[in-house]
T-cell receptor
Framework: ELKVEQNPLFLSMQEGKNYTIYCNYS?????LYWYRQDPGKSLESLFV?????AVKQEGRLMASLDTKARLSTLHITAAVHDLSATYFC??????????FGTGTRLQVTL | GAVVSQHPSWVICKSGTSVKIECRSL??????MFWYRQFPKKSLMLMAT?????????EQGVEKDKFLINHASLTLSTLTVTSAHPEDSSFYIC?????????????????FGPGTRLTVT
């Protein structure tokens, strides 16, 4: 059974600082996803990573994938308050259904 | 493109009644839709996979007689919570897998609806 773990679960960081969220998954995976969720809202797709070594960047967020280590990271550069949200990674394993990580609640303070 | 809608966005119902939630893919066809449940400050848990024209596949621990799923067309899946109880109060999110593509080949990616907040009193 595929298990997806994220850490940290909660992250409070100051504006302008950098930090990384980690996502480990337990079995071989075809795809790794990152989503953002604002309070009371559904998911917003951020990135989909398809192959080992894949790196994608959008604004202050950068995601990478290491399939050998079964690890994905979401790096935040020079955080701003607007990035405050909960971030989820999710993996398909070798099936078509998504298994979500525990989520990381990010709070960016002034 | 790739828009998924849910209706209603929120609903309050009395204990013992049933409530139906609709999930529609607006600009693509979805042979497969997924239903998730999310409790406050928790992650999304897959409840079932809805396949057009066939029975849904439920995850372990999900009561199929309580959560009825119907996927009657390539753009619509419904989740009916029967005899709802307060513990069924949750945020229900559907997703639809693009099997036809909005422009160009299908992506086979899942697109998420905006969610339905159910409160059972």
């Amino acid at each position: 059974e595929l298990k997806v773990e994220q850490n940290p679960l909660f992250l409070s960081m100051q504006e302008g600082k950098n930090y990384t969220i980690y996502c480990n998954y337990s079995t071989t995976s075809d795809r790794l996803y990152w989503y953002r969720q604002d309070p009371g809202k559904s998911l917003e797709s951020l990135f989909v990573l398809l192959s080992n070594g894949a790196v994608k960047q959008e604004g202050r967020l950068m995601a990478s994938l290491d399939t050998k280590a079964r690890l994905s990271t979401l790096h935040i550069t020079a955080a701003v308050h607007d990035l405050s949200a909960t971030y989820f990674c999710a993996s398909t394993g070798t099936a078509s259904k998504l298994t979500f990580g525990t989520g990381t609640r990010l709070q960016v303070t002034l | 493109g790739a828009v998924v809608s849910q209706h209603p966005s929120w609903v309050i119902c009395k204990s013992g009644t049933s409530v139906k939630i609709e999930c529609r893919s607006l600009d693509f066809q979805a042979t497969t839709m997924f239903w998730y449940r999310q409790f406050p400050k928790k992650s999304l848990m897959l409840m079932a996979t809805s396949n057009e024209g066939s029975k849904a596949t439920y995850e372990q621990g999900v009561e199929k007689d309580k959560f009825l799923i119907n996927h009657a067309s390539l753009t619509l899946s419904t989740l009916t919570v029967t005899s709802a109880h307060p513990e069924d109060s949750s945020f229900y999110i559907c997703s639809a897998r693009d099997a036809t593509g909005t422009s160009g080949p299908p992506s086979y990616e899942q697109y998420f609806g905006p969610g339905t907040r159910l409160t059972v009193t």
